[in-house]
Structures are given as structure tokens and as C-alpha cells.
């Protein structure tokens, strides 16, 4: 990552470590168009 990269990745690390702790999981898609983000967690 280059510098000031890491500001835009920080949400995204952090939706991912409170989503995993939890015992779900995070998808992710991307294309030159867009990029589709789920997530599922246990009820």
C-alpha cells in the first residue's frame, strides 16, 4: 500500500475483524465497474 492508501482500507479491516470475532463472514466482488460487499452473521 502506498502512502495515505491505508486511510481508505481502515473501515473495511475493521468491518471484517468485528464480523469474523462474531463467527460470520464477509464476501466481496470486484470489477471494473464496481465492488459488491456482503456480509452474514449468526442470529
Known sequence: MGEGLHGHWVQAYYVNLFINDAGG?????????KVV????LPA
Not at 463472514?25 to 465497474?33: C, K, N, P
Not at 460487499?37 to 452474514?40: G, V
Open 25 to 33: 463472514r464477509v464476501f466481496a466482488e470486484a470489477s471494473d465497474e
Open 37 to 40: 460487499f456482503a456480509a452474514t
